[in-house]
């Protein structure tokens, strides 16, 4: 089943979040299972969509909020604690980060998966460079429909 687009089909939602934002790190809500509470994450992240669509239609583009959501510095987990299930909306921060700028020698030139897109997902890696703009074939896996029609292309 879809969920609402209506505002007013989640005030619950906009409860619980006014009231995370108004404590300084956060709160937890325990949820009878992980279904539940999954299913009321879902309903919490389309209350904040609904929010940030709202806040495009009032108002301006240049205003910090246009299309963005107040509710956006908030982070909700599940976390099973014992036998109980919890769902913590956090405000998300970097206050305990370690966080330091790089310099070259910092600098990772290449992931450790590399970039498999012209290889088809498997293969050597090779740089960004090559493995942009290329042309991939799809295949269906029905080898005799392939040969009879033009192969799919598309731009990555």
Same mark, same amino acid.
Request: hydrophobic share 30%; aromatic share 8%.
């Given at each position: 089943?879809?969920?609402?687009?209506? +505002?007013?089909?989640?005030?619950?939602?906009?409860?619980?979040?006014?009231?995370?934002?108004?404590?300084?790190?956060?709160?937890?809500?325990?949820v009878?299972?992980?279904?539940?509470?999954?299913?009321?994450?879902?309903?919490?992240?389309?209350?904040? =969509?609904?929010d940030?669509?709202?806040?495009?239609?009032?108002? #301006?583009?240049?205003?910090?909020l246009?299309?963005?959501?107040?509710y956006?510095?908030?982070?909700?987990?599940?976390?099973?604690?014992?036998?109980?299930?919890?769902?913590?909306?956090?405000?998300?921060?970097?206050?305990?980060?370690?966080? &330091?700028p790089?310099g070259e020698?910092?600098?990772?030139?290449?992931? #450790?998966?590399?970039?498999?897109?012209?290889?088809?997902? =498997?293969?050597?890696?090779? #740089?960004?460079?090559?493995a942009?703009?290329? &042309?991939?074939?799809?295949?269906?896996?029905?080898?005799?429909? &392939?040969a009879? =029609? =033009? #192969?799919? +292309?598309?731009?990555?």
């Amino acid at each position: 089943m879809a969920t609402s687009t209506s +505002r007013l089909a989640y005030n619950d939602c906009f409860d619980v979040l006014d009231e995370a934002l108004a404590n300084k790190k956060g709160i937890r809500v325990e949820v009878p299972d992980w279904n539940t509470g999954n299913y009321y994450r879902l309903r919490l992240h389309s209350a904040r =969509a609904i929010d940030r669509k709202d806040n495009k239609e009032t108002y #301006p583009d240049d205003h910090k909020l246009y299309g963005r959501s107040i509710y956006d510095q908030l982070v909700v987990r599940l976390r099973e604690e014992g036998k109980k299930w919890w769902m913590y909306i956090e405000r998300f921060s970097t206050e305990n980060l370690n966080i &330091e700028p790089l310099g070259e020698e910092n600098v990772i030139e290449q992931s #450790p998966n590399g970039d498999l897109r012209k290889a088809g997902g =498997a293969g050597e890696s090779q #740089p960004r460079s090559e493995a942009r703009e290329e &042309e991939i074939t799809i295949f269906d896996g029905e080898p005799e429909k &392939e040969a009879e =029609a =033009a #192969p799919t +292309r598309r731009k990555l």
